[in-house]
Every structure is written in structure tokens, then in C-alpha cells.
């Protein structure tokens, strides 16, 4: 079974700064890795998607992740933070269903970025 | 291209009560999966359709149930509700599975939030 720890439940930091969240996910198998921001009352929003290819993969926003197979981890940076970043940030392995198919997202605990002046 | 569409996004029921939440998928997305998001569980697989066909399933009573219509659209219910109900639900489209050679990414409406008193 795939699963996928975020090791830090809020994170703060002031507005210009770099900031880095972390997860790490455990597979037996390849998997696709993804970063998620939920905005307050807001559906999930894709950041960026690691499918194949270069390991360092940016997506929306100013983000990037880099995928490290040999650590499990697929941590998401940004170098400089703005206020409008303060939302919730999820990490999610796809699920592979070898039986009948299918899409199954399993979700990290999540992260609250808090952007400080 | 129109996004994941939830309707209500807001509602308020009492327990033992029952109640009905919508999702209009991506135009071309047939698969459609639901999620229950809460403070202290996180984000939580319900099950998913594809082609009307209930796909796969979370680990959820059998109060929790959904179906597909020949549109994509999808509906989910829960009946006799409790306190504990209470929740963000969230529906994503998507448009296959990895193991059918998609990549398991998934298209999030803003969802529904349900209220239990």
C-alpha cells in the first residue's frame, strides 16, 4: 500500500523568504507524485505533477518540487514566498489499481503555509 | 473548458436526516471520485465511478453511497446523518487511471460543505 507523510503540520514564514515543505511517500512500485493548495473555502488546486522524466519539475505559482527516489521525497520550495501563498499544501501519490483500473489519490496530512509581513 | 461543478456548496442538516450532493464533471472526464474532507481525518477516499460503474471504494458505512449518471454527472448520498458527518465534500474528475495508462491526476470542484447539528 502507498502512503505519503508530511512531516510538518503548519509552517511559518515571512513574506520574501524561501520556504520548503516536505514529504515523503513509500511505494513498492513507480508511482506519480503531486502537490496540491487548497485556498480557505476552496476545492484543491494541482501546483505541479511529477509523471516521468527530470526530477526537479516546476509548476504554478513560482513553486518546484524535486523527486529523489532514493529518499521517497518529493519536497515542494518556492525562493520567495508572498502573502497570497498562505493556504494549505498537499502531497498525494497516485494509487495504482491493478484490478478493474481506477483513480485513487492517497493525500498527506497536509501543510499550513502562514506568510508573515 | 468549465471546471468541476458541486452544488450546493453550503448546507445545513440535522441528524438522522439524509442528504444529496451533485458533481458535474470536466467535459470528456468520466471518471468522477469523491472525498470527504475533515480537521481531524484529513482527506478521505469514498469511492469513484467510471461509466456509471462504482470503480472502487473507501472505507466508509454503507450510509455513504453515490452513482453515476450516462452524462458523467454524479450524485452522492448520505443517509441517516450524524454529527460526525460534517464535512467538506469533494468531488474531482479526472480521465483515466494509471493503470489504464492515465496518470491519476485529478480536477477538484470547490466542493460541498456539509453541516450536521
Known amino acids: 500500500a502507498q502512503s505519503v507523510t508530511q512531516l510538518d503540520s503548519q509552517v511559518p514564514v515571512f513574506e520574501e523568504a524561501p520556504v520548503e515543505l516536505r514529504c515523503n511517500y513509500s511505494s513498492s512500485v513507480s508511482v506519480y507524485l503531486f502537490w496540491y493548495v487548497q485556498y480557505p473555502n476552496q476545492g484543491l488546486q494541482l501546483l505541479l505533477k511529477?509523471?516521468?522524466?527530470?526530477?526537479l519539475v516546476k509548476g504554478i505559482n513560482g513553486f518546484e518540487a524535486e523527486f529523489n527516489k532514493s529518499q521517497t521525497s518529493f519536497h515542494l520550495r518556492k525562493p520567495s514566498v508572498h502573502i497570497s501563498d498562505t493556504a494549505e499544501y498537499f502531497c498525494?501519490?497516485?494509487?495504482?489499481?491493478?484490478?478493474?483500473?481506477?483513480?485513487?489519490?492517497?493525500f498527506g496530512t497536509g501543510t499550513q503555509l502562514k506568510v508573515e509581513l | 473548458k468549465a471546471g468541476v461543478t458541486q452544488t450546493p456548496r453550503y448546507l445545513i442538516k440535522t441528524r438522522g436526516q439524509q442528504v444529496t450532493l451533485s458533481c458535474s464533471p470536466i467535459s470528456g472526464h468520466r471518471s468522477v471520485s469523491w472525498y470527504q474532507q475533515t480537521p481531524g481525518q484529513g482527506l478521505q477516499f469514498l469511492f469513484e465511478y467510471f461509466s456509471e460503474t462504482q470503480r472502487n471504494k473507501g472505507n466508509f458505512p454503507g450510509r455513504f453511497s453515490g452513482r453515476q449518471f450516462s452524462n458523467s454527472r454524479s450524485e452522492m448520498n448520505v443517509s441517516t446523518l450524524e454529527l460526525g458527518d460534517s464535512a467538506l465534500y469533494l468531488c474531482a474528475s479526472s480521465l483515466e487511471g494509471v493503470s489504464h495508462g492515465g496518470t491519476g491526476e485529478l480536477f477538484f470542484g470547490e466542493g460541498s460543505r456539509l453541516t450536521v447539528l
Open positions: 498525494a501519490v497516485s494509487t495504482i489499481i491493478l484490478t478493474g483500473g481506477g483513480n485513487k489519490l492517497t
Open positions: 511529477y509523471l516521468s522524466g527530470s526530477t
